[in-house]
């Protein structure tokens, strides 16, 4: 869990994490990046009176979101691994149903599911829909259907087999860019019909993505990501492309501009633009959000 000022909702959520019932040995290594708030406080508090299981790190320097994410996962020595942020709530059952997941299934590298999109005050609550038929439990999905539909569900609701992470990284990406990297050398997917985090979702709220210029950087380092596997996967170009191109028109959305370079690449590779692939894409994304957004 990585966690910076969030002093009014960190008891919250390491009460919704270490109230879960598992049938396996785990640790929770939360790592702070030097909060100023009070945020600390309450995990040196929390963790001499709670639970042996806490691995506490707290930094004494503010790294950033990237470097105190990568270092955090850096730290990992269990097989699965489960991220989680300060702010949010996690319902329960959840470790334990995509922990099954891993266990029954071999060939599956990562494991995500629906969430719940709420406000402080609860007067907004919307939850996520599933990409796939509604009476299914659970959605196997392949490495160019990732590539094709992109992200897919909230930052909390990611699991992953710690051998399936190859690539090493130095500098700040999305989470769809590590979910990608659990599928690069085989495996599988798998998304459950059901929701197992509460998503801290506020209109008026300091998160990075409540702001535009928030926003342009979040569909900035996006691009970059889908570039970035352009260029080294041939083969999943048609479904990088479909990726690139409707997520091109939520950003002309949501912020009212589009980079030029991003114009270029998708004037350039015209030649992979597939309408099927197109519409498949376009109706995942607008599936996969809350029936109703707050911003």
């Given amino acids: 869990m990585s ?3 969030q002093k009014d909702y960190i008891v919250e959520c390491l009460d919704s994490i270490l109230s879960q019932e598992v049938d396996f040995d785990y640790e929770l290594i939360i790592s702070d990046d030097c909060s100023t708030d009070g945020t600390r406080e309450i995990l040196q508090t929390y963790s001499c009176i709670a639970d042996p299981r806490i691995n506490l790190l707290l930094r004494d320097v503010n790294v950033g ?16 691994v ?46 996520t829909q599933f990409p796939g038929a509604s009476a299914k439990d659970l959605l196997f999905f392949s490495r160019s259907e990732l590539a094709r539909w992109g992200t897919i569900a909230v930052h909390g609701s990611y699991a992953y087999r710690r051998s399936s992470r190859k690539a090493k990284i130095d500098h700040e990406v999305m989470e769809w860019f590590f979910a990608m ?23 008026e709220s300091t998160s990075y993505l409540s702001s535009k210029k928030g926003k342009i950087k979040a569909y900035n380092l996006y691009l970059a ?31 009212r501009m589009l980079p030029a370079s991003a114009v270029h690449f998708l004037f350039s590779n015209i030649k992979c633009f597939r309408p099927s692939v197109f519409i498949e894409t376009f109706k995942v994304r607008r599936m996969i959000g809350p029936k109703q957004s707050i911003r």
């Fill in 181 to 203: 990297d659990s599928l690069m050398t085989g495996g599988r997917g798998v998304f459950l019909n059901k929701s197992y985090v509460k998503y801290r979702c506020n209109f």
């Fill in 65 to 80: 979101a990237a470097a105190n994410y990568h270092g955090l996962h850096n730290m990992v020595k269990g097989d699965v």
């Fill in 3 to 5: 966690c910076y000022n």
């Fill in 225 to 255: 990501d889908l570039y970035g596997y352009f260029e080294s996967n041939k083969d999943l170009q048609i479904d990088l492309y479909a990726n690139f191109l409707v997520t091109a028109l939520a950003m002309c959305k949501s912020v």
């Fill in 82 to 127: 489960f991220h989680f942020d300060g702010d949010d709530v996690m319902l329960p059952g959840k470790l334990q149903a995509q922990y099954d997941v891993f266990v029954e299934y071999a060939d599956v590298n990562i494991v995500m599911h629906k969430a719940i999109y709420f406000s402080d005050d609860d007067k907004y609550q919307s939850e």
